[in-house]
């Protein structure tokens, strides 16, 4: 039998990111949600030890035959086995990747928190989560919110979560215009911009889905301006998702280069994202819910 666990996509709603302190890191604040589109991740207890990656955007992944730190997939395998003495790194593991790489989707962390959740469930199905609570920590600020892969507030840099189980389901259209946007550049030419702040807003005042729509629109992605800086195509296709016409945001998610639009209903994001596809073939255009 095998074992199968989703990586789904993450996606921040804002992202209030703040200056750099004095340990290199950026405090910031975030509403992330997770999409119903995303990776998938197999374990094969009969297959050979080792990570396979396959699916549209396995040529995109380097190293995950190298050493484990090479892929965080591998990356949090090792972490595990250190912070619990499980062999998690004996698993064989079949990768679908269908999220682009360097797409401010959290797909290399949720991928990783999808092999922490499947070991797991394989070997340890009793134990508690501070081991891979550890080991999601290994692979950087996403590693903890990816391996909850729950609807969340996260502060900090990242690590500081509290679950917000009122974000109401959210209808989206994710566009990706086929270009790696890579986090490190971003936050460079952020710290060359010098604006933002990791401020957490007040609440919304009720829950339901066009007030939290309309709330959202007072928020901001603070590294979406130094992203079009390195990557114009970003910014092709913010427009592209506004000219559409029924977005009622649209906004980068993460360190880029994916935008998002959200929408009254599914029907509005079904159509978008048909529109979208069609005039634009070469880029990524996936309909999601989120939340």
């Known amino acids: 039998m095998q074992w199968v666990e989703a990586a789904p996509a993450k996606i921040n709603l804002f992202l209030h990111v703040g200056p750099v302190e004095a340990d290199g890191y950026h405090p910031l604040c975030s509403l992330v949600a997770f999409a119903d589109v995303g990776d998938t991740l197999t ?22 035959t190298a050493a484990p730190g090479d892929n965080l997939v591998l990356r949090a395998l090792a972490g595990l086995g250190a912070a619990t003495g499980l062999e998690a790194s004996t698993l064989s593991l079949t990768l679908d990747k269908r999220l682009p790489v360097a797409a401010g989707l959290g797909g290399g962390s949720a991928d990783a928190g999808a092999a922490l959740r499947l070991a797991q469930r394989y070997l340890a199905p009793e134990g508690g989560d501070a081991g891979l609570i550890e080991a999601a920590q290994v692979v950087g600020a996403d590693g903890p919110m990816c391996l909850a ?26 566009v990706n215009p086929g270009v790696p946007s890579p986090t490190g550049a971003v936050y460079g030419a952020y710290d060359r911009l010098g604006v933002g702040g990791s401020d957490r807003p007040a609440d919304p005042v009720s829950w339901d889905a066009e007030t939290v729509i309309g709330w959202l629109g007072n928020q901001r992605n603070d590294l979406e301006a130094p992203a079009l800086l390195n990557t114009p195509a970003i910014g092709t296709a913010l427009e592209a ?7 009622r945001l649209v906004r980068m998610s993460g360190s880029g280069a ?28 996936r309909q999601a819910r989120l939340g």
Do not use: I, K, M, N
């Open 241 to 247: 998702v506004r000219a559409e016409g029924q977005a």
């Open 149 to 174: 892969a729950v609807s969340a507030w996260a502060e900090g840099r990242g690590e500081r979560l509290t679950p917000e189980p009122r974000l109401p389901t959210l209808h989206a259209v994710l």
């Open 43 to 64: 374990l094969d207890p009969d297959g050979p030890p080792g990570l396979t990656v396959t699916g549209p955007f396995a040529g995109t992944l380097t190293g995950v």
């Open 258 to 285: 994916t935008v998002f639009g959200l929408y009254e209903d599914a029907a509005a994001a079904a159509h978008a994202a048909e529109a979208l596809a069609e005039a634009h073939p070469r880029w990524w255009v």
